[in-house]
């Protein structure tokens, strides 16, 4: 009993670590241009009334998000020569927290009533500067401690990421609320300091590159020498770009094997399918319900993220505990529960659904208590699902090209889900909210059945390692 104590006190003095704490606050500079360039601006353009198929338009600038894998390579490999001082991280770090810094400035001392185009370009590029430093962030947070802290990092920077979209959004708000929106922008500007500080004040990180990488690379870069006939300056461009783009996708495949690496994309694929899919249909779920703005918002703006912190919180110390593949079990089953939830309440509620559709001022809010029990399952899922879906994801890194792969990785698992998420409206005005959430449920098992893939493939590993092991042990010199 008192071993079981001393385990899960160690588990929890993860969050003591400095850079677990620095984490939180790089979190927070993380998630705080989202909004501002996407939900909030959407308020900000409808209120200076830009057409509803403009402002649609305006959510093109995510994809700068999706898309960041394209210019990882450069982020990964290249070292600015004006910050050379600040390493490699820290220095793209910076540019890209300037660039945000910049961008929201601009932002709001233009007006979109008067220069919606304007708008557009500065939105693009605080995006691009956001995806910039989300690069460099993701690349400190892998190398910066072992494997064995990784779920800590990815708890306080979700939790950071969390509370920054609550300022840049509920926030951002609220300030243009009370003034106008030149001095809310100017406020969240003011706030992006916190990452320039913070990046400021943090070592960078001393990443260890090991021999077989270095050998491997050299093998690639020698055949390119010796096979090609390119002028001096070509070949060296061409070398430099197989060993920024091409050698992270070779390495992955090189050290895993084609048997394992196809099931891990697999994974990485399938994994946020349901969540994604389910989550942008959620809001729309409760106001036909019937649940009033003010409800939704105390309940799931509110409440649900505090609790989408607490999952966070939670996943962390279970990666601690237990290892990230159980944790990511975890948070799937979670996940699928809480989609089936959705589903009964659907059923469940399909009176109100009917009065709500016929006409939407007869409808009576339902028990509060059914929203609650809702977004407390699916909050506190996504808290422990995505926290260890980023701890997992940052454990298939190899350090000599951190940031290209993990862009790779979020690039093969947000295209795929934000497609399968933009047809939810289509499904629910065919077959109606019970069968699309039944349908969001099983999107979720062949992630499932990846899992216990993984988990087999991890207890056959460690039996081979104790047999190694325990022969090791007997052998004769």
């Not at 490999?77 to 400035?105: K, T």
């Not at 922008?185 to 400021?200: C, E, R």
């Not at 980023?390 to 454990?395: C, G």
Request: hydrophobic share 55%; glycine share 8%.
């Amino acid at each position: 009993m008192q071993g079981a104590i001393q385990r899960w006190r160690q588990s929890l003095t993860a969050y003591t670590h400095p850079r677990v704490w620095a984490m939180l606050f790089l979190g927070f500079a993380a998630g705080l241009p989202f909004p501002l360039v996407l939900t909030t601006l959407s308020a900000r353009l409808r209120q200076s009334h830009i057409d509803r198929t403009t402002i649609g338009y305006f959510s093109l600038v995510g994809l700068a998000y999706s898309l960041k894998f394209f210019w990882s390579p450069i982020v990964d490999r290249l070292r600015l020569p004006w910050l050379q001082r600040l390493g490699r991280r820290r220095g793209w770090m910076l540019l890209g927290q300037l660039g945000i810094a910049i961008g929201l400035v601009s932002l709001a001392l233009h007006d979109p009533a008067q220069s919606a185009e304007t708008i557009a370009w500065l939105a693009v590029f605080t995006a691009f500067s956001s995806a910039t430093q989300d690069i460099a962030i993701d690349a400190y947070r892998i190398e910066s401690v072992g494997v064995e802290w990784q779920g800590s990092m990815a708890a306080a920077y979700q939790i950071g990421y969390q509370v920054a979209l609550i300022a840049g959004g509920a926030g951002a708000l609220l300030a243009a609320s009370a003034h106008d929106w030149t001095t809310a922008y100017m406020a969240m500007a003011a706030l992006s300091m916190v990452g320039i500080l913070t990046t400021l004040a943090i070592d960078e990180p001393q990443a260890s590159i090991d021999r077989a990488t270095i050998a491997q690379e050299a093998r690639v870069l020698a055949f390119l020498d010796r096979s090609s006939h390119w002028p001096g300056f070509l070949r060296n461009a061409a070398a430099w770009l197989i060993g920024a783009v091409v050698c992270p996708i070779v390495d992955f495949f090189a050290r895993n094997g084609l048997r394992v690496a196809l099931p891990i994309l697999a994974l990485i694929v399938t994994y946020r399918l349901n969540y994604m899919t389910m989550g942008v249909a959620a809001i729309p779920f409760y106001i036909d319900l019937g649940y009033s703005l003010d409800q939704i918002a105390l309940i799931s703006k509110g409440y649900g993220i505090a609790l989408t912190l607490c999952g966070a919180l939670l996943a962390g110390f279970l990666v601690k505990r237990f290892g990230i593949a159980w944790s990511l079990m975890a948070g799937c089953l979670l996940l699928t529960f809480a989609n089936l939830f959705y589903a009964y309440l659907g059923s469940h509620l399909a009176d109100n659904l009917a009065v709500h559709a016929a006409d939407p001022k007869m409808a009576s809010s339902p028990a509060i208590g059914w929203l609650a029990a809702a977004v407390s399952l699916d909050n506190i899922a996504n808290g422990i699902a995505g926290t260890a879906f980023i701890a997992y994801m940052s454990s298939l890194t190899n350090t000599a090209y951190t940031a290209t792969q993990y862009a790779l990785f979020g690039t093969l698992w947000s295209l795929p889900a934000k497609s399968l998420a933009s047809q939810w409206g289509r499904i629910v005005d065919t077959f109606g909210y019970m069968p699309f959430f039944t349908y969001t449920a099983a999107i979720g098992l062949p992630a499932f059945v990846l899992i216990l893939w993984l988990l087999r493939n991890q207890a056959r590993d460690e039996a081979r390692s104790r047999i190694a092991s325990a022969g090791a042990g007997t052998s004769v010199p």
